[in-house]
């Protein structure tokens, strides 16, 4: 089982709409979880952290944190074709908040 | 307002050649991190160092060294390139652990091993 496991998509919405972007974790020792965005040729820029379980919203995006079923997602709202981008979660490795483990990434397409 | 710097951007080697990856921060960060992006895929870890002078393995480790003699320079050294070697690598820092914080990526250096 991989420790950060994403869908790799593409995951097509139209614009206006949510998209809903999924992430798993094996390890229970994780407790940080960062969405990173991607746009292709260019280097990951965080969009958002979380730590508590429930939700966390910022602008147009909202992070969700379910720690009992070791799941993480990330919704976006009013999808707009700028916001097509790899999307990886990333989560501290078990009990050592010194390292970062990545998942492989979501595409997402935004088409007009 | 340089953030992380990484050199060269671009390079082709040959196998069995040597080379280094520069990174510099001037952010005054503690942490330093070296990964690697195959196509398609996500971010490995080679190496991170948490201060000077102290430098640890991460998950692909192999084929490569580090050293960390300041806290403004963390160069990946490539000895031997091998065509698996071919990927997108790209230099961090962070002030505190990435786990814990938000960690800033240089632009990523591009190399190919033929």
């Known amino acids: 089982q991989k420790e950060v496991e994403q869908n790799s998509g593409p995951l097509s919405v139209p614009e206006g709409a949510i998209a809903s972007l999924n992430c798993t974790y094996s390890d229970r020792g994780s407790q940080s979880f960062f969405w990173y965005r991607q746009y292709s040729g260019k280097s990951p820029e965080l969009i958002m952290f979380i730590y508590s379980n429930g939700d966390k919203e910022d602008g147009r995006f909202t992070a969700q944190l379910n720690k009992a079923s070791q799941y993480v997602s990330l919704l976006i709202r009013d999808s707009q074709p700028s916001d097509s981008a790899t999307y990886l979660c990333?989560?501290?490795?078990?009990?050592?908040?010194?390292?970062?483990?990545f998942g492989t990434g979501t595409r997402l397409q935004v088409f007009p | 307002n340089a953030g992380v710097t990484q050199t060269p951007k671009f390079r082709i080697l040959k196998i069995g050649q040597s080379m280094t990856l520069q990174c510099a921060q001037d952010m005054n960060h503690n942490y330093m991190y070296w990964y690697r992006q195959d196509p398609g895929m996500g971010l490995k870890l080679i190496y991170y160092?948490?201060?000077?002078?102290?430098?640890d393995k991460g998950e692909v480790p192999n084929g490569y060294n580090v050293s960390r003699s300041t806290t403004e320079d963390f160069p990946l050294r490539l000895e031997l390139a091998a065509p698996s070697q071919t990927s997108v690598y790209f230099c961090?820092?962070?002030?505190?652990?990435?786990?814990?914080?938000?960690?800033?990526f240089g632009e990523g250096s591009w190399l190919t091993v033929v």
């Open positions: 160092s948490v201060g000077a002078g102290i430098t």
């Open positions: 990333a989560v501290n490795a078990p009990y050592n908040t010194d390292k970062l483990i």
């Open positions: 961090a820092s962070s002030p505190r652990g990435a786990g814990g914080n938000t960690i800033y």
